[in-house]
């Protein structure tokens, strides 16, 4: 009997589950009040500049304050088609809102594209993804903008990808609005940053987070604790912990830095560190298949440093640490971010951080 050739599966996931853009209201934003104020009176003035940066630190919420406000462009003021589109927005299926993000790459037809590592926004993610968005006619009466487009995460832009979309911002198509999301906006071209409209955003207030975590019901007082600590006025940041289960790492993390320190450490920082990272990222991309590993295992041993600078901070300020620290801090991450071996990285940081302890004055 001949053998039969398996044929190879062809790779076609759905994509609606990691490309359908739901968003809600300028209501419904935490915080960044004056934002809100300064969008709200460029809606009530009917002009609106088509292109915009919304900056300031990761997760504090520009990517949601960014489709709201697209939401708002996107929908009519009056009319069946008013709650046409709201139903539309708040469901992701609006077709003339668009999300580009690095994880499209995931669902390129380009097998090179699909098998990046996710570091950047290439211009082949902006052709395939981007200019199609652009290009297309509107579908659905909207307000003051007949196509809104977001790019997150914009400072990933390849200087590539940064020239082609230089292009679409000096002669965008009629009633276009395109919002770029940026954490490092330095890293995005001057010719870019002079043709956007834009808008700092800054860690939400104290009390706003203290509200949020009220709303996500019952929370371990540890957990709470370490969440308002570690998150910094970052919502995004805070959820994120909370549903990856970060906010336990500081209990297994600290007391090895205090080891660290003092110059007990037996290896257990490096260990505890990358098992950490290591057991999160795989969870991630499990539950994110549109994830690239490398993607995830940065930003897993970015959650596992962020607890070990917000530790260090503390002891500097209350003189147990000198700046070193913090310094050795952002050499670890510059090692991992070079592809080191973890492992070796961490052992680094350990022997740094216990040269880095202030000894009490006799």
């Known amino acids: 009997m001949a053998k039969r050739t398996r044929k190879a599966a062809t790779r076609e996931p759905d994509p609606l589950p990691e490309r359908a853009v739901a968003a809600g209201s300028l209501d419904d934003v935490l915080g960044h009040d004056d934002a809100v104020a300064f969008l709200r009176k460029t809606l009530e003035a009917g002009r609106v500049p088509h292109a915009w940066m919304f900056q300031g630190p990761p997760g504090v919420g520009k990517r949601t304050l960014a489709l709201a406000f697209g939401a708002a462009l996107l929908t009519p003021e009056a009319g069946p088609e008013r709650e046409e589109a709201q139903e539309l927005l708040q469901s992701g299926a609006h077709p003339d809102l668009t999300l580009i993000t ?204 962020g607890v070990i600078a917000t530790w260090a901070r503390s002891r500097l300020r209350s003189g147990r640490l000198n700046p070193d620290a913090l310094d050795a801090i952002a050499a670890c991450s510059g090692l991992l971010a070079r592809d080191v071996q973890p492992k070796f990285a961490y052992e680094v940081l350990t022997q740094k951080l216990a040269e880095a302890s202030v000894t009490p004055a006799r």
Request: aromatic fraction near 4%.
């Open 102 to 305: 690095k994880e499209l790459a995931s669902y390129s037809e380009d097998a090179g594209v699909r098998s990046r590592k996710q570091r950047n926004i290439s211009i082949d993610l902006l052709r395939e993804f981007f200019d199609p968005a652009i290009a297309r006619m509107s579908t659905l009466p909207g307000g003051l903008a007949a196509k809104v487009c977001v790019i997150d995460e914009a400072q990933l832009l390849a200087r590539e990808g940064q020239n082609h979309l230089l292009k679409t911002l000096e002669e965008p198509p009629p009633r276009t609005v395109i919002i770029l999301v940026a954490d490092r906006p330095h890293d995005l071209l001057p010719t870019i940053h002079s043709r956007c409209q834009r808008l700092r955003l800054g860690p939400v207030d104290d009390d706003s987070m203290v509200r949020w975590l009220r709303g996500r019901g019952p929370i371990d007082d540890t957990e709470r604790s370490n969440v308002l600590r570690l998150a910094e006025g970052s919502p995004g940041m805070a959820d994120l912990m909370l549903s990856t289960g970060v906010a336990s790492w500081p209990q297994i993390i600290e007391p090895l830095i205090e080891n660290a320190v003092a110059g007990r450490d037996d290896g257990s920082l490096a260990e505890a560190c990358v098992k950490l990272a290591g057991d999160w990222s795989e969870a991630w991309v499990k539950a994110h298949p549109a994830a690239s590993k490398d993607a995830a295992n940065r930003t897993a041993h970015g959650l596992a440093l």
